[in-house]
């Protein structure tokens, strides 16, 4: 079972920078994708930066150019650096992580299924 664990969120005043780490664990093998999300109050969640299936990045516009999201290179540990922060950026963040198996709760999938996995989301507070 992968358990994801997110770390380094807190409070920030705007025009400061944060970065999270997410580290993934319970898994020999490279995850095939790896993302974060956030959830701001009244909200839905969003996609905040990922790493897609095919190992390119994806960012949402409101991001763009002020966050950046990387990896180790065992792709089980992602960090999102996040610069000139604003009080819309308040959210919980979540990681969220992919893999391909091929045997879930006795089922074979000769295609493959991917499984998710969600950690407990870390907050990230922008004070004006």
């Known amino acids: 079972q992968v358990q994801i664990v997110e770390s380094g969120g807190g409070l920030v005043e705007v025009g400061g920078s944060l970065r999270l780490s997410c580290s993934a664990s319970g898994t020999t093998r490279d995850l095939d994708a790896i993302g974060w999300y956030r959830q701001a109050p009244g909200k839905q969640r969003e996609l905040v930066a990922g790493f897609t299936r095919e190992g390119s990045t994806d960012y949402a516009d409101s991001v763009k150019n002020r966050f950046t999201i990387s990896r180790d290179a065992s792709k089980n540990t992602a960090y999102l650096q996040m610069d000139n922060l604003n009080p819309e950026d308040t959210a919980v963040y979540y990681c969220?992580?992919?893999?391909?198996?091929?045997?879930?709760?006795?089922?074979?999938?000769?295609?493959?299924?991917?499984?998710?996995?969600w950690g407990q989301g870390t907050l990230v507070n922008v004070s004006s």
């Open positions: 969220r992580a992919e893999l391909l198996v091929s045997f879930h709760r006795g089922t074979y999938y000769p295609e493959g299924r991917y499984l998710e996995y």
